[in-house]
């Protein structure tokens, strides 16, 4: 079991640093996947699950999950209160299970394999955090000499980062 610190966050990718260090997919204190330089493996907080090495890996599919909200922290935390407030003081509804949310990898052998991962807000993500994951793990997935992007994921994490906050030319 490897123990790893969080060293940086963006949307739903976090930066693990540590004896394996690795870009983490979802919540690391729950289901997440890390995806490292040899391949893809599924966690329960430090506890490892599956594993599927690059080389076997076709296509993979993120099935994030986008709120509306600037931030999803304040979808977690106002979007309650004012339900709370409205339903008079009665929780409406309460949550039965925790949320996950799908991905999806295709082995070299057309075999799917399906992890539930959790998310870090029950809202979702922003848009442009989830579309930035996704475009990251489908540049990996088709280019395996980037994969070496992931053994300083600290780095990789801050120029996506960087990316994300830059306004784009527009007419150039």
Same mark, same amino acid.
């Given at each position: 079991m490897d123990s790893a %610190?969080?060293?940086?966050r963006? *949307? ?6 540590g004896?394996?260090p690795?870009?983490a ?6 289901r997440?996947?890390r995806l490292? +330089?040899?391949g893809?493996s #599924?966690h !329960?907080?430090?506890?490892p699950?599956? !594993? $599927? @090495?690059w080389?076997d890996?076709r296509?993979i599919? #993120? /099935?994030?999950p986008t ?5 999803p922290a304040? /979808?977690?935390?106002v979007? +309650?209160?004012?339900e709370g407030?409205? =339903? /008079?003081g009665a929780? %409406?509804? =309460?949550? =039965?299970?925790?949320p996950t !949310?799908p !991905?999806? #990898?295709t082995t *070299?052998q057309?075999? $799917?394999?399906?992890w @539930?991962l959790?998310?870090?807000y #029950? =809202? /979702?993500?922003r848009?442009?955090?989830?579309r930035?994951a996704?475009?990251l $793990?489908d540049y990996?997935?088709a ?7 992931l053994a ?8 996506i980062?960087a990316l ?5 030319p527009? *007419?150039r």
């Open positions: %610190t969080i060293s940086r963006q *949307g739903p990718l976090s930066a693990l640093e004896t394996a690795a870009l997919i979802g919540d690391v204190a729950v997440h996947v490292d +330089p040899t893809i #599924l !329960f907080a430090d506890a699950g599956g !594993f $599927v @090495p080389s890996t296509e599919a #993120l /099935g994030l709120t509306l909200w600037p931030h304040i /979808g977690d935390t979007w +309650p209160t004012i407030l409205l =339903s /008079g929780a %409406t509804e =309460s949550l =039965s299970e925790t !949310f !991905f999806r #990898l *070299g057309s075999d $799917v394999v399906e @539930p959790t998310p870090h #029950l =809202s /979702g993500y848009r442009r955090d989830a930035a996704t475009r $793990v990996l997935v280019h395996p000499d980037a994969r070496v992007l300083q994921p600290v780095a990789l994490l801050e120029r980062t994300l906050r830059t306004v784009p527009i *007419g």
